[in-house]
């Protein structure tokens, strides 16, 4: 589309067209007055090569594993080989989550994914008076390495990779991990897997954390540092735009608050020592998919070719691994209805798709009960089996990037890059992403958006279907997984028993020495991982750097 005549010609029938569409619109209107995205981008009727005239294929799009990565950062993609589908679960025990893991892999989901329990999220034991009413309720709770030996009893840990959704005692979850897989005879640098590590989106976005952000960022560079030599498969951080997206944000917002995190982990890394490219090809990224289809498509796209930029340009990172942004998707919770729950299977189809149709690396698809509770089997089945429905017999996996060159989408793309770019150069101008957050703007931006679209929904303009338009009469669903409050009692035994097992003199040793690296420089790793190898408790190691570190205090945003 580069000869002017044709150009000339093509704008000529467009304005013909548009002015008979005006006329047919006066009589009959469209259904909104204003058409846009949830990220409130200006969706126009119809799109034309006239949108497009002045991008630079090779610069802006490319070709599937070459920069800047918009259409996917492997030239085969699915065809070569699927994306990871790894259902996020447990729940009351490490014995029963084993039981569960065992059941998905036996299902053919082809990776693991761990959820913790809140209290082992925030460094607590079982038996802490903080964690009553919580012990098992939204994930696995992991009180020591025994526990941890018990999640993964009779699963090869050199042939599945893992995720593991932890934060701020990620460091131990990964010592516990790596221990347990030397107990099986598996090398650490056989295991393949990821360790979420994300500390920053806490801080904005979900509140996990533990101590502030300075010893926060040390651990995780830290973190950085020892999987280099030590687990070189690993990726040691999932960079997570996906509680940024359950908190309320808009798609570009994910993608500029992510992002802008990513960027302070890369200069906190530099910082330390670390070379770009030693550290980079390990960073992994976690979204979301919601429900405006084409925006979500579109927002994959334009994120991986935004960092594959920032690394070049801004990072002059030379590997290509340092420059593709690899990620994982969840479906997005926040979408689920209590409402005619079996309406989030079609929900859940659709975000699925999405995040294929834009390149994800792996993929969890929620369950249609989670709006209840934890998933039941045989919603878990049913979510699965989405995936699997939408890999073997769609025909979507078959092509790379397929929707790559449509005029709407390669628009989309390119807004929600330049509006993206524009939060970050504002986060760069006010100190980075950490000052953006010690200031309240990052959680400030994310609550006006919470707020304007629930206020969308309230008033109807958005359509929540069955929730504000097409409501029924319903009975809730009474075959939902509960866990059993006898669970806490049995993990407390079980803490008991280890500690009159346990050599009492080794735990107090390694813990003095955790204590003595934390006020010096040393790297935690090899501390945490003799605390962990002597069977001190997640609890203890935590209350161990909580003396050298504190606590963070969240300051109030109102």
Partial sequence: MDDPKEIHKLKMAYAEWSERTANLTAKRPERKKRFQSLSDIPLERVYTPI????????QQLGFPGDYPYT??????????????????????????????????????QTGLSVAFDLPTQIGYDSDHSLAEGEVGKVGVPIDSLKDMETLFEGIPMDKVSTSMTINAPAAIVLAMYAETAAKQGVSADKLRGTIQNDILKEYTARGTYIFPPAPSMRIITDIFA??????????TISISGYHIREAG??????????????????????????????????LSFFFNAHMDFFEEVAKFRAARRLWARIMKERFGARSPKSLMLRFHTQTAGCTLTAQQPQNNIMRVTLQALSAVLGGTQSLHTNSMDEAFSLPSEGAVQTALRTQQ???????????V????GSFFLEHLTDEIERRALAYLDHIDENGGAVSAIEQGFVQKEIQESAYEYQRSVETGNQVVVGLNKFQQDEVPPDDLL?????????????????????DGTAVKDALVQLKASAQG??????????????????????????????EYKAASTV
């Fill in 226 to 235: 020892f999987c280099s030599q030590h687990v070189p498969s690993w990726n």
């Fill in 521 to 550: 420089r040393d790297n935690l790793m090899p501390p945490i991982m003799r605390a962990v190898q002597s069977y001190a408790t997640l609890g203890e190691i935590c209350d161990t750097l909580r003396e050298v570190f504190g």
């Fill in 71 to 108: 259409r996917g950062v492997q030239p085969t993609m699915y065809r070569g080989r699927l994306w990871t589908m790894r259902q996020y679960a447990g729940f009351a025990s490490a014995t029963e989550s084993n039981r569960r893991y065992k059941y998905l892999l036996d299902q053919g």
């Fill in 249 to 282: 944000s808009t798609a570009v917002q994910e993608v500029a608050f992510t992002l802008a995190n990513g960027i302070a982990y890369v200069e906190a890394a530099l910082e330390a020592g670390l070379e770009v490219d030693a550290f980079a090809p390990r």
């Fill in 401 to 404: 990037d397929p929707l790559g």
């Fill in 389 to 399: 429905v939408i890999a073997y017999e769609s025909g979507v996996a078959d092509t």
């Fill in 482 to 502: 509960r866990v059993d409050p006898g669970v806490r009692e049995a993990q407390i035994k079980g803490l008991q028993a280890l500690k009159a097992q346990r």
């Fill in 51 to 58: 949108d497009g005239l002045d991008r630079d294929y090779l």
